[in-house]
């Protein structure tokens, strides 16, 4: 049959290599910051990605990703709030909002689910807001910073490297 499959292949580049720049400049020219939609990468890319592929990875993952037609770039970024609620407590940041964690984690959901029942606990007064806030914050964190090391053992052998995550409003 046929299925639709999601890969993910980590490459490093520094942002202001010209590597980095020729992989986020679209086949029209257009630069762009995290995410290079499907059908924009250009043809040469796609090409060195195969061969890449071919002369890097194990037979079957090197199939797949030459079966690709249409490939994808998303830029891999660190992003934590600095708190979880704004506004005198009117807003409320849950999953995703809070944090996005690296792909190799795959724990978005397991944050939304875990916030929802924080949330729940919440209005049914079995914990308080600051306790929920808190511990909504700590997952958050210690899923984050768990990420970071993940990919930093399965890339570079060492959890030393030091990486800062972004805090945005």
Request: hydrophobic share 35%.
């Amino acid at each position: 049959g046929s299925r639709l499959m999601n890969w993910v292949w980590y490459c490093n580049y520094p942002e202001d290599s010209p590597e980095y720049k020729d992989l986020m400049t679209d086949i029209d020219g257009h630069p762009h910051h995290f995410s290079m939609p499907v059908g924009k990468i250009k043809p040469h890319l796609q090409e060195q990605i195969k061969q890449t592929a071919t002369k890097d990875l194990p037979a079957a993952f090197a199939g797949l990703v030459r079966k690709s037609e249409q490939p994808f770039v998303q830029c891999i970024t660190d992003i934590i709030s600095p708190k979880t609620s704004f506004f005198d407590n009117k807003l409320l940041l849950v999953g995703d909002a809070i944090a996005g964690f690296r792909p190799h984690t795959a724990a978005s959901t397991s944050q939304a689910a875990y916030d929802a029942l924080l949330l729940e606990q919440m209005m049914k007064s079995e914990i308080t807001e600051e306790e929920m806030l808190r511990e909504m914050m700590d997952y958050a964190k210690q899923l984050t910073d768990g990420g970071i090391r993940m990919g930093n053992r399965s890339q570079f052998g060492s959890e030393g490297i030091d990486l800062k995550v972004s805090q945005q409003a």
